[in-house]
């Protein structure tokens, strides 16, 4: 199947995730041209536009991490140029790449999530860190985890056991966003979910347990091989494993998504699938989870993607 035309793989950006992105955008580009499929890998820059309006591709496949790339300015872009794209909508990025906000969607659909406040670095600063940390720690507990309300591979996120590690925690977080998200820890197992609709619905990929080395599933544990196991399927329950897929699919429906996503979970103590946040642009990498499942449930990456890129050329042409 060769009648897409040109597919345009946009990656890089100006990210921190940007390395993750290149390195996600090779690996597709390699995999589309290993089906026979025209495709071009372009690094997201000042000549990104004008290349768009001199030489139009069939189809846009963005795997642009972090910024731009997830909070829907790149779909928003590309609906300007009237270019089809396999993903989601702009609005939806907006909703799902704000964490406080895919998690209070999440949790109106009966989705559990954990605890959790959302506060500006301003709050800090105006009204006293020292009292708002206090408060905190009496609402939420020990230990927590401090995160930046919207960004990817784990930059800016801090484990607190401590009171005293809290305002530490919260000046890394605010490093990369100016809003954190301050949530109660949750002790079990960490699953990821991915998600595939290639037109007849959302459907779940087996579960990946995730197991870092080192305890923490940070940014080197996400990109350096070897560093963390993954399980597929994730070593649990059954009834679990249907409960997990079953709010991982909900998420992508609730939040208004499309072709592909991923939910990240910790199972509890109880067996509950507790809902942490969703990503719109999956890693594509040799350590990403959502082609590893795509692989465990007998799928090609590239023939999936493939198949993503064609109906997003239909999609624009029914409008």
């Given at each position: 199947?060769?009648?897409?035309?040109?597919?345009?793989?946009?990656?890089?950006?100006?990210?921190?995730?940007?390395?993750?992105?290149?390195?996600?955008?090779?690996?597709?580009?390699?995999?589309?041209?290993?089906?026979?499929?025209?495709?071009?890998?372009?690094?997201?820059?000042?000549?990104?536009?004008?290349?768009?309006?001199?030489?139009?591709?069939?189809?846009?496949?963005?795997?642009?991490?972090?910024?731009?790339?997830?909070?829907?300015?790149?779909?928003?872009?590309?609906?300007?140029?009237?270019?089809?794209?396999?993903?989601?909508?702009?609005?939806?990025?907006?909703?799902?790449?704000?964490?406080?906000?895919?998690?209070?969607?999440?949790?109106?659909?009966?989705?559990?999530?954990?605890?959790?406040?959302?506060?500006?670095?301003?709050?800090?600063?105006?009204?006293?860190?020292?009292?708002?940390?206090?408060?905190?720690?009496?609402?939420l507990g020990l230990p927590l985890v401090v995160k930046p309300r919207a960004?990817?591979?784990?930059?800016?996120?801090?484990?607190?056991?401590?009171?005293?590690?809290?305002?530490?925690?919260?000046?890394?977080?605010?490093?990369?966003?100016?809003?954190?998200?301050?949530?109660?820890?949750?002790?079990?197992?960490?699953?990821?979910?991915?998600?595939?609709?290639?037109?007849?619905?959302?459907?779940?990929?087996?579960?990946?347990e995730i197991q870092p080395v080192s305890g923490v599933y940070d940014y080197?544990?996400?990109?350096?091989?070897?560093?963390?196991?993954?399980?597929?399927?994730?070593?649990?329950?059954?009834?679990?494993?249907?409960?997990?897929?079953?709010?991982?699919?909900?998420?992508?429906?609730?939040?208004?998504?499309?072709?592909?996503?991923?939910?990240?979970?910790?199972?509890?103590?109880?067996?509950?699938?507790?809902?942490?946040?969703?990503?719109?642009?999956?890693?594509?990498?040799?350590?990403?989870?959502?082609?590893?499942?795509?692989?465990?449930?007998?799928?090609?990456?590239?023939?999936?993607?493939?198949?993503?890129?064609?109906?997003?050329?239909?999609?624009?042409?029914?409008?």
């Amino acid at each position: 199947m060769t009648d897409l035309g040109r597919v345009l793989v946009l990656a890089g950006g100006l990210s921190p995730e940007r390395e993750v992105s290149l390195r996600s955008g090779r690996r597709l580009r390699d995999e589309l041209e290993r089906v026979g499929i025209d495709a071009e890998l372009r690094d997201v820059d000042g000549s990104t536009l004008p290349t768009l309006a001199a030489a139009r591709p069939d189809v846009v496949i963005p795997v642009l991490h972090g910024a731009s790339g997830e909070d829907g300015t790149i779909r928003e872009v590309l609906d300007l140029f009237g270019l089809p794209y396999v993903g989601a909508a702009p609005v939806a990025c907006r909703a799902a790449f704000d964490k406080a906000t895919a998690k209070a969607t999440a949790s109106a659909a009966g989705i559990a999530t954990p605890p959790a406040v959302t506060l500006p670095r301003e709050a800090f600063h105006d009204l006293g860190a020292a009292a708002l940390i206090d408060r905190l720690v009496a609402r939420l507990g020990l230990p927590l985890v401090v995160k930046p309300r919207a960004g990817g591979s784990a930059f800016g996120v801090s484990f607190v056991e401590e009171p005293g590690q809290l305002a530490e925690a919260l000046m890394a977080c605010f490093g990369y966003h100016d809003w954190a998200l301050i949530e109660r820890a949750v002790a079990g197992v960490e699953i990821a979910v991915g998600i595939l609709d290639t037109g007849d619905g959302p459907v779940a990929l087996p579960a990946v347990e995730i197991q870092p080395v080192s305890g923490v599933y940070d940014y080197a544990a996400r990109y350096t091989p070897g560093a963390t196991a993954f399980h597929i399927p994730a070593r649990l329950g059954q009834d679990v494993l249907r409960a997990a897929a079953a709010s991982a699919v909900t998420a992508h429906r609730v939040l208004g998504l499309r072709d592909l996503s991923r939910a990240d979970f910790i199972i509890d103590t109880d067996g509950t699938a507790q809902f942490l946040e969703v990503n719109v642009a999956p890693g594509l990498t040799d350590t990403s989870t959502w082609p590893m499942a795509l692989h465990a449930a007998g799928l090609d990456l590239a023939v999936a993607c493939r198949d993503l890129a064609a109906a997003a050329s239909r999609r624009l042409g029914s409008r």
